[in-house]
């Protein structure tokens, strides 16, 4: 067994700023970080666009209006004390990382720089030109380095250990495999912070890394706590067609055009994005592109619209989206510099989660703390996004609430004792498992079921939603998880680096969060943010203006939901109180 005060899963911008947190203000605590990846090859490491704050180095901005504009883009479903949090602390985590090392881009006069993005009313996004979380999570993971903390990279977390304790039933470790060595362990902590990132690998066409498949969110139904929100699953307009990897919104924030087969640039046809065009919020734009599809003003008729970029000119293509223009050469064969690039929405975040409250405590269906248990990052649900998340507010998130989770962990274990493990069973019990998965020896792959998977989460959940639809996925999901549980075949037999094994326990993920997305929305009966169900077009404050939860009861989902926090109301009643959502 290996012990350590805190533990950290997940090596991404959430978790590597959470254990920094703890090694930077409790350096006699012992902090372990286990990743499946290496902790750079996070996803963190691909976002590009920026970071959000109210910084005020271009505009007169303030922490209240970053905070409106995140409340009015969630269609007032984010917590509004959570939202509180974020915006206020923003200006503060950017400095913080700048000493750290990060290098943001520089405007003219020596400040940071501050580009546009969608849905926020001044220039706040930070940027290392179109590179930013691989910027800001090389100097985390050096500096965790560099203050002694633990790192388990390449050990996947199968199991966590929630049992009875001196609180209550709590979380006291979890069980992980390495992926070089086979070797099972027990990781043993007097708190665990869960902080695994995305599951955009359960839809066919996203641009999140391989290693999303929400494995956090599965430890966490496996152990019978609900997840937050689960039906709101934002779809980037702008993935790159055919492949679906992400051009970002900083190519917009630029001032790139959508158009479509008619040369339109048809945001404008649109009463609720004419004002804002292409710097609407993520859920609408993806929607008009989608209706553009559906009516045939596709490029040529097809699945995609054009982004065009060529007015901007080739020097500041070349200085301000470098990587943008990469990408298009490398997977689609165009430079932007001459013709314009073909996108589609592609899915790309997970706007629910593990609920927590502001201290990054896991909530359970009585909206009390889990003892041991903590969340932050995109697998957790603080509700700052609520029904569909702003860009660049998302690498703030992991920041701020990673920051304050380190800060809160090392709090919380000062008077806390090691919990008492009896180890054994758990490694028989891992062990009994990962063989089990080798002896699957049916005559479905797993790239098949997987794909089956996704396909039907894109058919039946995708930006259009409506009973019938998902009534019948659900079913389709069943078939397949019995597929998955009786005619599984795994090949690989090694015991060194078997990816096979580890992508036949992600798929388990994969149908499990599934199946939570799909109960979640199917539960919703209402149109909101990313939610748009086309049997209930409108918005219904009366009856859904709160969280819904979805948990896992004797094999079956279940569904409840808990309240939204409106705090804000107190400091400004009118700007805070849920209103018709326009741009
Ligand atoms: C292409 C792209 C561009 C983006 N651009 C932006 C942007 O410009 N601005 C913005 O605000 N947001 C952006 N986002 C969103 C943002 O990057 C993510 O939401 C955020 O980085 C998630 O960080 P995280 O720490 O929560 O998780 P991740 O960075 O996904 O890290 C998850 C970690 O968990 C570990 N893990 C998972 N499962 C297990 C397991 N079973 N055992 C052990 N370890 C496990 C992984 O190894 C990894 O270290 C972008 C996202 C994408 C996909």
Same mark, same amino acid.
């Given at each position: 067994?290996?012990?350590?005060?805190?533990?950290?899963?997940?090596?991404?911008?959430?978790?590597?700023?959470?254990?920094?947190?703890?090694?930077?203000?409790?350096?006699?605590?012992?902090?372990?970080?286990?990743? $499946?990846?290496?902790?750079?090859?996070?996803?963190?490491?691909?976002?590009?666009?920026?970071?959000? %704050?109210?910084?005020?180095? !271009?505009?007169?901005?303030?922490?209240?209006?970053?905070?409106?504009?995140?409340?009015?883009?969630?269609? *007032?479903?984010?917590?509004?004390?959570?939202?509180?949090?974020?915006?206020?602390?923003?200006?503060?985590?950017? /400095?913080?990382?700048?000493?750290?090392?990060?290098?943001?881009? #520089?405007?003219?006069?020596?400040?940071?720089?501050? #580009?546009?993005? @969608?849905?926020?009313?001044?220039?706040?996004?930070?940027?290392?030109?179109?590179?930013?979380?691989? %910027?800001?999570?090389?100097?985390?993971?050096?500096?965790?380095?560099?203050?002694?903390?633990?790192?388990?990279?390449?050990?996947?977390?199968?199991?966590?250990?929630?049992?009875?304790?001196?609180?209550?039933?709590?979380?006291?470790?979890? !069980? %992980?495999?390495?992926?070089?060595?086979?070797? /099972?362990?027990?990781?043993?902590?007097?708190?665990?912070?869960?902080?695994?990132?995305?599951?955009?690998?359960?839809?066919?066409?996203?641009?999140?890394?391989?290693?999303?498949?929400?494995?956090?969110?599965?430890?966490?139904?496996?152990?019978?706590?609900?997840?937050?929100?689960?039906?709101?699953?934002?779809?980037?307009?702008?993935?790159?067609?055919?492949?679906?990897?992400?051009?970002?919104?900083?190519?917009?924030?630029?001032? %790139?055009?959508?158009?479509?087969?008619?040369?339109?640039?048809?945001?404008?046809? *649109?009463?609720?994005? $004419?004002?804002?065009?292409?710097?609407?919020?993520?859920?609408?734009?993806?929607?008009?592109?989608?209706?553009?599809?559906?009516?045939?003003?596709?490029?040529?008729?097809?699945?995609?619209?054009?982004?065009?970029?060529?007015?901007?000119?080739?020097?500041?293509?070349?200085?301000?989206?470098?990587?943008?223009?990469?990408?298009?050469?490398?997977?689609?064969?165009?430079?932007?510099?001459?013709?314009?690039?073909?996108?589609?929405?592609?899915?790309? *975040?997970?706007?629910?989660?593990?609920?927590?409250?502001?201290?990054?405590?896991?909530? @359970?269906?009585?909206?009390?703390?889990?003892?041991?248990?903590?969340?932050?990052?995109?697998?957790?649900?603080?509700?700052?996004?609520?029904?569909?998340?702003?860009?660049?507010?998302?690498?703030?998130?992991? !920041?701020?609430?990673?920051?304050?989770? @380190?800060?809160?962990?090392?709090?919380? !274990?000062?008077?806390?004792? =090691?919990?008492?493990?009896?180890?054994?069973?758990?490694?028989?019990?891992?062990?009994? $498992?990962?063989?089990?998965?080798?002896?699957?020896?049916?005559?479905?792959?797993?790239?098949?079921?997987?794909?089956?998977?996704?396909?039907?989460?894109?058919?039946?959940?995708?930006?259009?939603?409506?009973?019938?639809?998902?009534?019948?996925?659900?079913?389709?999901?069943?078939?397949?998880?019995?597929?998955?549980?009786?005619?599984?075949?795994?090949?690989? #037999?090694?015991?060194?680096?078997? =990816?096979?094994? =580890?992508?036949?326990?992600?798929?388990?993920?994969?149908?499990?969060?599934?199946?939570?997305?799909?109960?979640?929305?199917?539960?919703?009966?209402?149109? #909101?943010?990313?939610?748009?169900?086309?049997?209930?077009?409108?918005?219904?404050?009366?009856?859904?203006?709160?969280?819904?939860?979805?948990?896992?009861?004797?094999?079956?989902?279940?569904?409840?939901?808990?309240?939204?926090?409106?705090?804000?109301?107190?400091?400004?009643?009118?700007?805070?109180?849920?209103?018709?959502?326009?741009?």
């Amino acid at each position: 067994m290996i012990d350590h005060d805190v533990l950290i899963i997940g090596g991404g911008l959430a978790g590597s700023r959470a254990a920094l947190s703890v090694a930077q203000n409790y350096p006699h605590l012992s902090v372990g970080l286990i990743s $499946k990846v290496h902790p750079i090859r996070s996803h963190s490491v691909a976002a590009q666009g920026g970071i959000a %704050a109210s910084l005020k180095n !271009v505009d007169n901005d303030d922490w209240l209006t970053h905070a409106f504009d995140t409340i009015k883009g969630s269609d *007032y479903l984010a917590d509004q004390n959570s939202v509180q949090v974020l915006t206020q602390s923003a200006p503060e985590v950017i /400095i913080d990382l700048e000493h750290l090392g990060v290098l943001f881009s #520089r405007a003219e006069d020596g400040k940071i720089a501050q #580009r546009p993005f @969608g849905g926020h009313t001044y220039s706040r996004a930070c940027y290392a030109a179109d590179k930013t979380g691989h %910027a800001i999570l090389h100097e985390l993971v050096m500096n965790l380095r560099r203050l002694g903390g633990t790192i388990y990279q390449e050990w996947y977390v199968m199991d966590l250990v929630y049992e009875d304790g001196t609180n209550g039933t709590e979380v006291k470790g979890v !069980v %992980a495999y390495s992926l070089e060595t086979s070797q /099972i362990e027990v990781f043993r902590a007097k708190a665990v912070l869960m902080a695994t990132g995305g599951y955009g690998r359960v839809f066919n066409t996203t641009s999140n890394d391989l290693a999303s498949t929400g494995d956090g969110l599965c430890l966490t139904a496996n152990i019978g706590l609900p997840l937050q929100d689960m039906e709101f699953v934002q779809f980037h307009p702008t993935g790159l067609y055919p492949v679906g990897v992400l051009i970002s919104e900083a190519v917009r924030g630029e001032g %790139a055009y959508l158009i479509n087969d008619l040369g339109d640039r048809f945001m404008a046809n *649109y009463p609720i994005s $004419k004002n804002r065009m292409e710097l609407s919020p993520r859920d609408i734009t993806s929607r008009n592109i989608a209706c553009e599809i559906m009516e045939g003003r596709g490029i040529n008729g097809g699945n995609y619209v054009y982004l065009d970029v060529r007015h901007l000119g080739r020097e500041k293509i070349l200085s301000r989206i470098p990587f943008a223009r990469e990408e298009g050469l490398r997977l689609a064969g165009v430079d932007c510099i001459d013709h314009p690039l073909p996108v589609r929405p592609t899915a790309h *975040y997970s706007m629910g989660g593990i609920p927590t409250n502001i201290n990054c405590q896991v909530l @359970g269906v009585d909206s009390q703390p889990i003892a041991g248990f903590f969340a932050a990052g995109e697998t957790a649900c603080v509700s700052v996004h609520g029904a569909n998340r702003l860009g660049a507010n998302s690498l703030l998130e992991c !920041v701020v609430f990673g920051k304050r989770a @380190g800060e809160k962990l090392g709090e919380y !274990v000062s008077d806390r004792p =090691m919990p008492k493990i009896v180890s054994r069973p758990y490694l028989i019990d891992a062990d009994t $498992k990962l063989k089990r998965m080798l002896a699957k020896q049916g005559t479905s792959r797993i790239a098949d079921i997987r794909q089956q998977l996704q396909d039907t989460m894109t058919e039946h959940c995708g930006i259009f939603r409506d009973d019938q639809r998902l009534k019948d996925g659900l079913q389709k999901i069943q078939t397949i998880c019995d597929r998955y549980d009786h005619d599984l075949l795994v090949d690989d #037999r090694s015991t060194v680096f078997n =990816m096979e094994l =580890m992508q036949a326990i992600e798929l388990r993920s994969l149908l499990t969060v599934g199946e939570i997305i799909m109960s979640s929305a199917l539960s919703r009966k209402e149109s #909101r943010g990313a939610h748009s169900r086309e049997d209930y077009p409108s918005r219904d404050d009366a009856n859904y203006l709160k969280h819904t939860l979805g948990y896992v009861e004797n094999g079956q989902v279940k569904t409840s939901d808990r309240p939204v926090d409106m705090s804000l109301q107190n400091i400004d009643r009118d700007r805070f109180t849920p209103q018709e959502r326009k741009y």
